[in-house]
């Protein structure tokens, strides 16, 4: 997934992770909560529910605040958060695709279309660029759970159709259908993912030159920096030169 995975590599580098360690954690109890609501309080009933507490664990988010989120999720207490997909172009023609978890709609698309507006972009309907990315089951693993030829063989002897590893750690991807089965077969073999999802991978990468890349990078930053938005996937590969530029 060029442009999430570069996206977040640059973010990475920049030493933006730990800066907002803070936002992190508030984006895992919500998804918690919501996955919480969304079935039975009981992680082995609820599969989504039973990645989102892998993910938060992985992120090492406190207890309390994981079983409080499982609390308001599963009462009538607590903000009813909407999921929102917002769609839209960026510089170059770049493809974004932003999710969101939110408990004022008006709010959140107000704020997505002034990030697009305001950083040579434009906001779409939905499914206006969503045709140029897969659905995807996908799983992640540590770098150091295993070596890239042990993952690429658990992966698809578990059902996954492709994996993908690099010095970040292991991405799995699968058919949307068979993500609860797959992450289960490899976690009997490598234990717990540090997470699993339903995303979006890019069907064909979009390069982009150093000054669209720049004003890219700060719609990507904007978006991510909003509170509601869960996730922001682009289609963007960026070349070397430019990696070390927005790395810079």
Known sequence: MAGHSQFKNIMHRKGRQDAKRARVFTRLVREVQVAARSGLPDPASNPRLRAALQAARSANVPKDNIERAIKRGSGVEGEAFEEVRYEGYGPGGVAVIVETLTDNRNRTAAEVRAAFSKLGGSLGETNSVSFQFDRVGEIRYAVDTADADTMFEAAIEAGAEDCQSSEEGHEIFCAPDDLNTVREA?????????????????QVAVPVDADQAETLFKLLETLDDNDDVQRVVSNVEFDDAVLERLSA
């Not at 490899?186 to 890019?202: F, Q, T």
């Open 186 to 202: 490899l976690e009997a073999r490598l234990g717990p993912p540090e997470g699993a999802r339903l995303g979006w991978r890019p």
